[in-house]
């Protein structure tokens, strides 16, 4: 079943939020195949944030997995209410993320996060978090390897080399353009870490990071500039959503 519903008592303190992760992490599931690479939607989330203003603003965008064309997008801008802890950042996004997600009419199929799902220090990452919270199928798909080890792929296409935390496969290193940076694929929730990269290959025809991402990014960022330029000229709440 998908909820995009916000939890009850959301936690607003370190200890309180640790709790709650370790009890949603018993709920993750990763014994699933997950959506087949190129059928159904693929949909990119992505979060900016204005430290000085305190604002996060989230986007989705669902694509044709076939096409990558855009079916639908859709934004909400809101109030950060969690402090910055590493290790803890989806629960000052979730809450951004999750009524964007209300605001689609489309099914959002696989959902795209740039972010890591397991391939986390506690093995929850934003990707598997928003996952457990709305029963989608989610990976994380990330810039950088974090805290993780990993050799470095051959140059071509597709190849992939494990990410590692000690002996503890968390995840990929993906090459998605020939002789770049890989990009970190890992499950987040319903999805196989090898099925995970198939999609992120299908969602690289010409660039190192995902359409999905790509298109995310830049409309979160459009969208926070957009209500910080409302916040300065109305010094209003207009245009926000409470999160």
């Given at each position: 079943m998908t909820s995009?519903?916000?939890?009850?008592?959301?936690?607003?303190?370190?200890?309180?939020?640790?709790?709650v992760q370790d009890e949603l992490r018993a709920r993750l599931v990763l014994d699933e195949m997950g959506p087949p690479p190129g059928t159904g939607h693929v949909t990119g989330?992505?979060?900016?944030?204005?430290?000085?203003?305190?604002?996060?603003?989230?986007?989705?965008?669902v694509l044709d997995a076939a096409t990558?064309?855009?079916?639908?997008?859709?934004?909400a801008v809101g109030t950060v209410a969690f402090p910055y802890v590493p290790g803890l950042l989806a629960f000052r996004e979730?809450?951004?993320?999750?009524?964007?997600?209300?605001?689609?009419?489309?099914?959002?199929?696989?959902?795209?996060?740039?972010?890591?799902?397991?391939?986390?220090?506690?093995?929850?990452?934003?990707?598997?978090?928003?996952?457990?919270?709305?029963?989608?199928?989610?990976?994380?798909?990330?810039?950088?390897?974090?805290?993780?080890?990993?050799?470095?792929?051959?140059a071509a296409r597709g190849s992939a080399a494990p990410l590692?935390?000690?002996?503890?496969?968390?995840?990929?290193?993906?090459?998605?353009?020939?002789?770049?940076k890989p990009v970190f694929v890992s499950a987040g929730h319903r999805v196989s870490l090898a099925n995970a990269c198939e999609h992120t290959l299908r969602l690289t025809p010409r660039f190192r990071?995902?359409?999905?991402?790509?298109?995310?990014?830049?409309?979160?960022?459009?969208?926070?500039?957009?209500a910080c330029v409302r916040h300065r000229v109305e010094g209003s709440n207009e245009g926000r959503v409470s999160i």
């Open positions: 995009y519903a916000m939890p009850a008592d959301w936690p607003t303190d370190e200890r309180t939020a640790r709790a989330v992505d979060v900016a944030y204005d430290d000085e203003r305190d604002l996060v603003a989230a986007a989705v965008v990558l064309d855009v079916v639908e997008e859709s934004t979730i809450p951004a993320v999750l009524a964007a997600l209300a605001g689609l009419r489309a099914d959002p199929g696989l959902v795209v996060c740039d972010g890591y799902g397991i391939a986390h220090p506690r093995r929850f990452g934003l990707a598997s978090h928003l996952g457990v919270l709305t029963g989608l199928a989610t990976i994380g798909v990330a810039k950088n390897p974090f805290t993780f080890t990993y050799e470095d792929p051959a590692l935390d000690g002996a503890a496969e968390v995840g990929r290193a993906l090459r998605t353009r020939e002789g770049v990071l995902p359409e999905s991402t790509r298109r995310a990014d830049a409309l979160c960022r459009s969208a926070l500039r957009e």
